[in-house]
């Protein structure tokens, strides 16, 4: 069994800038990629950010050149730096792991105030 915990949500201004951390912990046998998912009450879960293996990422149109994804191997640890948030950018943030199938954290709330 492989569990993700989130953290590092929580209320901010417009403009204003938080990191989430999501540490995995269990049966890992191997990880192919991590990333970031949110999603908003009625909508679609949708991919904000995700990281291979060997580094390469991918990022969501929206929040390219605003949000950076990084991983720490040894910590099986990813993290989503978000800078200039804006309100649109409010959801539950999920934190997902690839090994095989999909793993998911039970998620955290980003809120940006305008």
């Known amino acids: 069994q492989v569990q993700l915990v989130e953290s590092g949500g929580g209320l901010v201004q417009a403009g204003g800038s938080l990191r989430l951390s999501c540490a995995a912990s269990?049966?890992?046998?191997?990880?192919?990629?991590m990333g970031w998912y949110r999603q908003v009450p009625g909508k679609q879960r949708d991919m904000v950010a995700y990281?291979?293996?060997?580094?390469?990422?991918d990022y969501a149109d929206s929040v390219k050149g605003r949000f950076t994804i990084s991983r720490d191997n040894a910590k099986n640890t990813v993290y989503l730096q978000m800078n200039s948030l804006k309100p649109e950018d409010t959801a539950v943030y999920y934190c997902?792991?690839?090994?095989?199938?999909?793993?998911w954290g039970k998620g955290t709330l980003v809120t940006v105030s305008s």
């Open positions: 997902n792991l690839w090994s095989g199938m999909a793993y």
């Open positions: 990281i291979h293996n060997g580094g390469t990422t």
């Open positions: 269990g049966r890992i046998s191997s990880i192919n990629a």
